[in-house]
């Protein structure tokens, strides 16, 4: 009796350490994964580059990408950074073929996206792609990527693309985080560095558990052309600050700069404050056509270097009222970033002391506009202030000596 009571014993203790073993294996792989995907190579800084939606939505093909990638070298963007060159959605035919792979809608990319890929390859950009965490895309016209996760990715990797824009349609209803995870998962295994961008819209708080599978996350809903999203989104978007850094970034959506539903004032503060915000720079307009005020804003390397600093720290909204709201937050080097926004309807004057920004009082700084393309002062102290239009915004460093 003894030994059988020995020996159920040792069997339920056998069972114990197994479970404790498998559980200890899952996190020690958990953490190997995580740190896999925070160090794969890429978005280190946030991505930049353009995407299709937002100005061609299902309008768009072949010729449209290969001169949108010639367009941004020959205008200098390339050059600045906007490397990627994403197709959304609409790019695939609306079955897989017989082998159960994603096609290139032939009628619209002829060549294929591989053909597609080699040529953004050879201009010295990279190719993104889009697909769905479910059963269809949101516009209906392809399947998604839920239950083909591994072989979607290895057809990515094998065609070349270097982002992949991941949506949330048409789902089974099952969380978020599962259906992400696999697809991470699958990517991971492909053999290809791809940035993987959740496009999860923010409803199940992605920031707080995507940058362990992913190297960037959309915090809201989809952007429009008006100033009442921009404001909104940027809102939403403040705050996740904490949860963002090299590798893994808040992504309030793609910019909406030149496609015309807002004035030049509006533009530059929606380009400041995502500058500012560590988003992601993806163009959303055409750039074969860009007017020459849409160029000069896209184009700005100063506000550019604050959104690609290294120290890769968002930058947050630290006072509102009345709809004169100071943004700041620490660039590299012990500098500071602070954009002056007037939400405003008329002109008005904005202000911030150094305490408000993690200065000391008695500090000294070098101030640059970085709209001006000039400095303020070189040896300022205490506080910095400004006349700021409606809704238009300031931008500056402040570098203490």
């Known amino acids: 009796m003894r030994f059988i009571v020995v020996s159920v014993f040792g069997i339920i203790l056998l ?9 200890y294996d899952n996190d020690e792989y ?8 925070i160090s794969n190579g890429v978005a280190r800084t946030p991505p930049m580059g353009w995407n299709s939606w937002n100005h061609f939505q299902c309008n768009v093909d072949e010729w449209t990408v290969k001169t949108t990638a010639n367009a941004l070298i020959t205008t200098g963007l390339a050059a600045l950074g906007y490397k990627y060159v994403n197709i959304d959605d609409c ?8 082998k159960g792979n994603l096609k290139a809608k032939f009628k619209t990319f002829p060549s294929g996206i591989k053909a597609l890929a080699d040529y953004i390859h050879g201009r010295g950009l990279r190719l993104g792609l889009y697909s769905d965490a479910g059963f269809m895309t949101c516009s209906k016209t392809m399947p998604g990527s839920l239950g083909h996760e591994d072989q979607d990715a290895r057809t990515f990797a094998q065609w070349g693309v270097d982002y992949l824009k991941y949506d949330n349609c048409y789902n089974d209803g099952s969380k978020p985080q599962e259906r992400y995870t696999k697809m991470s998962y699958a990517l991971s295994k492909a053999g290809r560095p791809i940035l993987y961008s959740l496009c999860e819209w923010g409803q199940e708080n992605p920031a707080t558990w995507a940058g362990r599978y992913g ?3 959309r ?6 052309d008006t100033w009442e999203s921009i404001t909104s989104i940027a809102d939403q978007n403040n705050i996740w600050g904490r949860y963002a850094g090299p590798g893994k970034w808040n992504d309030p959506d793609m910019l909406e700069v030149g496609n015309g539903g807002m004035n030049v004032e509006e533009y530059r503060s ?5 500058a500012a915000m560590k988003a992601p720079l993806l163009i959303g307009c055409d750039v074969r056509s860009l007017s020459k005020e849409t160029l000069e804003i896209l184009g700005n390397k100063e506000v550019i270097s604050v959104n690609q600093d290294p120290l890769g720290v968002q930058a947050r909204k630290i006072r509102s009222k009345g709809g004169l709201e100071v943004w700041a937050g620490p660039l590299s080097r012990k500098r500071v970033v602070v954009v002056f926004w007037n939400r405003g309807n008329s002109m008005a004057a904005i202000s911030v002391g150094w305490r408000e920004i993690g200065l000391s009082t008695f500090t000294h700084v070098l101030v640059r506009d970085l709209w001006k393309h000039s400095f303020v002062s070189r040896n300022m102290s205490y506080r910095l202030s400004s006349y700021v239009g409606p809704h238009g915004c300031k ?4 570098s203490p000596h």
């Open 15 to 23: 069972i114990i350490i197994n479970i404790c073993k498998a559980n």
């Open 30 to 37: 958990q953490n190997n994964y995580t740190q896999f995907l």
């Open 395 to 398: 931008m500056y460093i402040l």
């Open 215 to 217: 190297n960037s996350w």
């Open 219 to 224: 915090t809201t809903g989809d952007i429009k």
């Open 91 to 98: 790019w695939g035919e609306s079955n897989r073929d017989e």
């Open 270 to 274: 929606h380009f400041s404050i995502w």
